[in-house]
């Protein structure tokens, strides 16, 4: 019963931390350029994640949770809008 609500915990965390790239992504750069390849690869990112925490029980929780948020961060460092962001930044 614990291994199956850990599961669900990191599906619903997955979820939402899409939901809020999405959002975030939708705002930032409006219909035009929405980043569909960076959505993809966080829902391939997050589905492989959730199959590694159902495959082996040691992973704990708190790891897989990070390591999700962390892919996260680096796929929402390679959108449009944060490149330009940094360009205008260091230029």
Do not use: N
């Not at 708190?62 to 962390?70: D, N, R």
Request: glycine share 10%; aromatic share 14%.
């Amino acid at each position: 019963m614990r291994k199956i609500m850990q599961t669900m915990l990191l599906a619903a965390f997955v979820v939402v931390a899409t939901a809020s790239f999405s959002y975030a992504e939708f705002v930032a750069v409006g219909g035009g350029g929405f980043p569909y390849f960076h959505v993809g690869c966080l829902i391939v990112g997050g589905l492989i994640i959730l199959s590694l925490k159902q495959r082996y029980p040691k992973l704990y929780l708190s790891e897989a949770v990070g390591s999700f948020a962390l892919y996260t961060v680096f796929v929402a460092l390679f959108t449009a809008p944060v490149v330009d962001a940094l360009k205008t930044l260091i230029g």
